[in-house]
């Protein structure tokens, strides 16, 4: 009931994976692009450990959310039924996917070809992983979080979060390549702006007519307009940094957009959780 | 399969959380956490004459539950593991060896049934005293309460009584509880919501 | 020989025994009962050790407490499983309260060692140093010496002993050393029935008489308590509250609660209740007298064979021809002239006229109607009244003395009487009321029989200088005025030794000048019939759980030191007997006096099963006055039964009161408000304020078992119309004030306390300074009562409070 903030460790790890994740899709339009067949490829190659960085920290933020990660192995077990298990499913096959390409391209061993079919591979699992954040969450008991606007909020978070860190992947292996795909990337987090507000303003209001024994679903955060407000300012000036980027990439200034957005995501995540409310106690 | 299930004769509890008590002494519970609980609800209100006089049709009941170990268990359903199983006897249990303690099914339980005890590593629930039934006995919260109000036995053994309908219980089509109740007058349906928890401090 | 109704020998050996056996060390028979069961097969197979003890406070039970041992320490509590699991069946089960012990059994508040109060420090200032054993019992022993030269022996007083109530030791040892030394004052009554033990029954009845238990209750009857919640406070499994449930199932018996708060029984268990502004039930009575005057209600042919002062004809002869009856008072020809119409006493008591009516009628066509009252009402100012209000009203309609009824005073109970430590003679006759022993400290002398009901003497000849709190929590918690009571503890020119030897650091420990570690009777060896308040025969065995820890000492061995200290240590003990050799003589005493009433086993036997009951019929005789009242007469001043007390009368005369113009002694059982009642509300109090007993808890035994506090939490019980307009919310923080004092607690908004009236669960331990902002933070309701007695017992009234609420940062 009520108090996001107990849920903190899972809020890191669906705010930091997704985004991360998603970042790769602004790789893979740079590579399609050309960007890695010029000088810039091999540092593009090393910078690309970034976002599959930032997606091991969001799984070890939920890690720490495990009382006994040790048994962690049987997560699987649960395939196809239990949508925990689908979720941490196609998150591990997106990020054994993301390491196998980070580290065959770091190698040099990637065909031009290989390397687009790996990217939009990883690019297309990526899109699935912030799905299935999601659709964790869509569990029958839980009216509040029993909608769809779960899932489209993760998917938005994700492409929000993932243009911004795309484009500070870029910008610190090439800013002339991080300029040159920068539409990309502001393209990215503008539609994951509208997405992840739209998805989790459509939470907040279909919460409204929530309620149990213990009241109104909304009641318990009663902030959450704020929070909603919050993720759409970070969300914003994440935006705002990554479309000016398009004329002049500066990483600080992305690497701090990056931050500035995972804060707001985090929030946002916070409110959800907070949003809990089950069909009865 | 046998599916095991309680019988609260609602008539007959006074609220006095001695099922609880025995519970959390049995399975040496931390304070502050719990099986069973113990739901008081209240409603109706009060008016006053003009001769100055109260009259009132409030209401009070109690209700009693732990797990209901449903027939169709949402914990279950969330589970990633499968450690949260269904037992021969329809207990729903878990797998501390499997157990990832993720919360999933904390958080999907209507019945606020089963929670994670971080320190032993796994969700924790009423377990039905199996290790008790295995030995012909009763569980701990049958055995101790003064009025008899409680029954474990297999479903088809117990008395009839409605399905786990009582506010503020969820509807029971959703998990199909093996709780069965005799309700007593002051008793409002699953769905009501003319009445309110009495006692948050003592179930939350 | 009376057959064991609950169980045989053979079947309560088979169901609880040879684990017990076993535990106590006696070796494992298998052919003295028989066949092992099977449970304790299986419980050996794991390693289990089963001891079996009892619960010990003062909730007028005595449960049982089968202890599952592991590795030396109490694993968990089972209780009661031997005898019948059927509803109907008894099995002295325990409460949440039993069930909980083991956490309190380790609890951090334990006293673990003595100590003695910090020289130059103030008592009441809180601060201690451990010191041996030794010097603990030299300094005791010392300052009685001292004291009893200089003052007398009528200046030392041994408080009582209610968290240890129910055992054979309670604080008897402490009496039997100090008579063996010259006596000591001792005191009459108790907190909990005073004006009813010594304002009522003496003069309706000329004692207790014709109590039964709900066990008699008929198919269909009524039953209509005043003030009773036998469900919330004796929740036993073989106790009343039980008794009633089983009642209100098998016999169709209908129930009326008339309280100020819903209990328990009026929850589920389907009860009506008639809300009752508090301490207005004579006034509620005298409205239902009238009603049944009007309506000829009155069981006339009864009145007139057993009843004194009811009407002009049943007045004593030289009361006759004033007025001075109740049926006069009734109808507005006596007393203060006015009718007692339900229109009248619906202003009081805001109960709708009409249901009053209604009530009266009811009870006057109810044949039998079970008319009975709690403790709660008789501990308002003039409870003296009220509980013989509630007695005339069962003689008006003649529901007493007879099957199904009782005598419209509380409940009775049977059982085998297990006489507990003997305390030898003591030479001081001089009596002082429970209530009023701080008076008896810092009034002393100035105490007289006929204003403050000093008994064997005139007056005191002195002050108490010595107090021996043992097993209680008196000092600071448990005593109406906590912080008039421990000013009066604080001057230590006025009671100069204080003793406190318990098993917790309460807040009273910080009013002592030595504390002892106790054991608690789960830690030594033990005995108790089962619950003084339970209609059952039956014995507890309690066996140690385990060595004591600490140094944490049983109150025999520690007096018999104090004894051998003193110079009277061979009496003290008889030669050596050691509290497990009282055990074992005091029942096999017993077992002597019972005979062939009821199939004893032997101690030994007695402690391998752990406890035996047998359920008691209920009688189907008439009370003997009842069957013939000139040959049986009671021992009243008139013989009868006494609506109207001649030696009220008297009393009226020659007493004098001056605690309160609104007191009245007066011999018809009048309404009279008394001091801070409904009437005397005010915009800065406009609450009355009252404690009830908690599930929680017994008085303040357990408060602090942290297990029961989040199961049940201490709460200011507040309806939500008040709630509303005092700005209060459920679960707020919020202080309580009264002219006596203030404390913090929680609030619970509920309706199940009517509008006007905050009631508090009482126990909790008192908690703040001495001197300064003397805000309690425990939430203990004595900060909130007043020194209120009442006019004719002395007993406790000090639950008329009025007050406020008012929320606050928490």
Not at chain 3, 11 to 21: H, I, Q, R, V
Not at chain 3, 366 to 375: D, E
Not at chain 3, 603 to 631: K, L, R, T
């Amino acid at each position: 009931m009520g108090n996001g903030f107990s849920e903190a460790a899972l809020a890191v790890f669906t705010t930091l994976a997704p985004m991360g994740a998603c970042a790769f899709i602004v790789l893979c339009a740079a590579c399609f692009k050309g960007a890695f067949e010029g000088a810039a490829g091999r540092a593009l190659d090393k910078a690309a450990f970034l976002p599959l960085a930032v997606v091991a920290v969001g799984f070890i933020g939920a890690f720490f959310h495990l009382a006994n990660p040790l048994n962690a192995f049987f997560v699987f077990m649960g395939v196809g039924s239990s949508p925990l298990s689908n979720e941490v499913t196609v998150g591990v096959v997106f990020f054994v996917l993301a390491a196998v390409y980070c580290i065959l391209a770091v190698a040099g061993k990637l065909s031009a070809g290989a390397r687009k079919g790996l990217l939009a591979a990883v690019s297309v699992m990526a899109v699935a992983f912030a799905v299935f954040c999601g659709l964790a969450y869509t569990m029958y008991t839980i009216p509040t979080w029993n909608t769809p606007a779960s899932v489209v909020q993760m998917l938005g978070y994700g492409l929000l979060g993932g243009g911004v860190l795309g484009l500070l992947t870029l910008a610190l292996a090439d800013v002339e390549v991080a300029r040159e795909n920068a539409m990309a990337g502001a393209a990215l987090s503008i539609a994951g702006l509208v997405i992840g507000v739209a998805g989790f303003a459509w939470q907040v209001v279909t919460s409204q007519s929530v309620s149990n024994i213990w009241g109104a679903a909304v009641d318990q955060v009663p902030a959450i307009w704020g929070m909603v407000a919050a993720l759409a300012v970070c969300g914003v000036v994440g935006a705002a940094v990554a479309g000016a980027s398009r004329k002049k990439p500066v990483p600080a200034a992305l690497a701090l957009a990056v931050v500035v957005v995972a804060v707001g995501v985090f929030f946002a995540r916070i409110g959800f959780y907070g949003l809990y409310m089950s069909v009865a106690l | 399969m046998t599916q095991y299930g309680f019988y609260f004769d609602a008539t007959r509890c006074t609220g006095c959380h001695t099922c609880e008590a025995a519970c959390r002494d049995y399975h040496n519970l931390d304070v502050g956490t719990t099986f069973r609980h113990v739901y008081e609800l209240e409603g109706g209100g009060w008016t006053q004459a003009d001769d100055g006089t109260w009259t009132t049709d409030s209401f009070t009941y109690y209700t009693s539950f732990a797990c209901q170990h449903c027939d169709d268990p949402a914990c279950m359903h969330v589970c990633p593991t499968g450690a949260m199983h269904k037992d021969d006897n329809g207990i729903v249990s878990v797998d501390t060896g499997r157990c990832i303690g993720c919360g999933y099914c904390h958080m999907a339980c209507p019945y606020d049934a089963p929670f994670v005890d971080r320190a032993k590593g796994h969700s924790v629930k009423c377990d039905g005293c199996a290790s008790r039934i295995a030995e012909g006995k009763q569980p701990m919260c049958v055995e101790a309460c003064s009025l008899r109000a409680l029954q474990f036995a297999p479903v088809d053994q117990l008395p009839e009584g409605e399905r786990a309908n009582v506010a503020p219980l969820p509807d029971p089509e959703l998990t199909k509880p093996n709780l069965y109740i005799k309700n007593c007058a002051a008793a409002h349906a699953v769905g009501d919501t003319s009445c309110r928890v009495a006692n948050e401090a003592e179930v939350k | 020989m009376r057959e064991a109704t609950t169980m045989t020998r053979r079947t309560f050996a088979k169901a609880a025994g040879l684990a017990g056996l076993a535990a106590a060390g006696a070796g494992a028979s298998s052919g003295l009962f028989g066949e092992a069961p099977k449970a304790f097969a299986d419980e050996e197979a794991q390693g289990d050790q089963i001891v079996f003890t009892h619960c010990h406070v003062n909730c007028g039970g005595a449960c049982v407490l089968q202890c599952h041992m592991k590795d030396g320490e109490l694993a968990y509590v089972e209780s009661d499983t031997a005898g019948s699991s059927e509803f109907g069946g008894v099995q002295a089960r325990a409460c949440l309260r039993g069930r909980s012990i083991r956490r309190w059994l380790g609890s951090d508040e334990r006293l673990n060692y003595p100590m003695k109060r910090v020289e130059g420090t103030k008592r009441g200032d809180g601060k201690y140093e451990q010191i041996s054993w030794d010097e603990a019992l030299d300094t005791i022993a010392s300052e009685m010496k001292r004291i009893r030269e200089t003052y007398g022996s009528e200046s030392i007083f041994i408080q009582e002993c209610s968290g240890v109530e129910q055992n054979i030791m309670m604080n008897n040892p402490w009496f039997r050393l100090s008579n063996l030394l010259g006596g000591e004052i001792t005191r009459y009554g108790s907190y909990s029935s005073a004006s009813i033990s010594f304002g009522a029954y003496p003069y309706v009845y000329g004692g207790s008489w014709g109590n039964r238990s709900f066990k008699t209750l008929q198919d269909g009857e009524l039953v209509v308590m005043f003030g009773f919640a036998p469900n919330d406070m004796r929740m036993a499994g073989d106790g009343p509250g039980y008794d009633l449930a089983v009642a209100m199932e098998q016999k169709n018996v209908r129930v009326i609660s008339i309280d100020p708060r819903r209990t328990e029984t009026c929850a589920n268990l389907g009860a009506e209740w008639i809300p009752i502004v508090p301490g207005t039930d004579a006034a509620l009575v005298a409205a239902l007298a009238h009603e049944l005057i009007a309506n000829d209600l009155v069981d006339m042919d009864f009145v007139n064979r057993y009843v004194v002062g009811f009407n002009e004809d049943t007045m004593p002869e030289d009361a006759k021809g004033q007025n001075l009856s109740y049926y006069d008072y009734v109808m507005g020809t006596g007393y203060d002239k006015v009718e007692k119409t339900p229109a009248w006493a619906s202003a009081i008591t805001r109960i709708p006229a009409e249901r009053i009516t209604q009530l009266a009628q009811e009870i006057g066509s109810a044949k039998p109607c079970f008319i009975c009252q709690g403790l709660g009402m008789q501990r308002h100012a003039n409870g003296d009244n009220a509980s013989r209000a509630v007695m005339a009203l069962a003689l008006m309609v003649g529901q007493v003395g007879r099957p199904g009824t009782t005598s419209g005073g509380t409940i009775g109970n049977g059982g085998i009487g297990l006489s507990s430590l003997p305390t030898g003679e003591n030479p001081i006759t001089v009596q002082i009321p429970q209530y009023l022993w701080p008076e008896a400290i810092r009034d002393g002398e100035k105490l007289t029989a006929t204003h403050d009901g000093i008994k064997g003497a005139d007056k005191l000849n002195v002050g108490i200088k010595m107090l021996i709190n043992y097993g209680n929590n008196m000092m600071a918690n448990q005593n109406g005025d906590i912080n008039t009571t421990t000013d009066i503890l604080r001057d230590e020119s006025k009671c100069e030794f204080i003793l406190q030897y318990d098993v917790a650091w309460t807040d009273s420990c910080n009013w002592a000048d030595i504390v002892l570690p106790d054991l608690t009777p789960q830690e030594t060896y033990s005995l108790s019939a089962a619950g003084e308040c339970n209609d059952i025969a039956g014995i507890r065995f309690g066996q140690p759980l385990y060595e004591p820890k600490f140094e944490r000492r049983e109150i025999y061995e520690v007096c018999a030191e104090l004894a051998e200290r003193l110079g009277v240590g061979d009496e003290f003990t008889e030669g050596g007997l050691t509290r497990e050799d009282w055990c074992r003589r005091q029942y096999d005493e017993l077992v002597e006096t019972v005979g062939d009433a009821y199939d004893m086993p032997t101690y030994d036997e007695g402690v391998a099963m752990g406890a035996f009951s047998y359920d008691i019929e209920p009688s189907q005789d008439n009370e003997p006055f009842i069957d013939d009242p000139e040959a049986n007469p009671l021992e009243t001043a008139t013989g009868k039964a006494q609506i109207y007390s001649p030696e009220i009368a008297e009393m009226a005369r020659t007493w004098t009161l001056d605690e309160s113009e609104k007191n009245a002694i007066t011999a018809i059982p009048t309404y009279v408000p008394g001091p801070d009642s409904a009437e005397d509300v005010t915009d800065e109090f406009p609450f009355q304020i009252l404690d009830f007993h908690p599930k929680c808890t017994t008085h303040s035994t357990y408060a602090h078992n942290p297990v029961l506090q989040d199961m049940t939490p201490f709460q200011a019980w507040i309806n939500p119309i008040d709630a509303e307009r005092m700005g209060v919310s459920d679960l707020d923080t919020v202080r309580l004030t009264s002219a006596q004092g203030s404390m913090i607690t929680q609030a619970k908004v509920t309706n199940r306390v009517m509008p006007g009236v905050i009631m508090h669960a009482q126990g909790a331990w008192h908690s703040a300074p001495a001197e300064g902002d003397r805000t309690d933070q425990g939430g203990c309701t004595n900060t909130l009562t007043s020194r209120q007695r009442n006019p004719i017992s002395k007993g406790t009234g000090q639950h008329s409070v009025i007050g406020t609420i008012e929320k606050v940062e928490g």
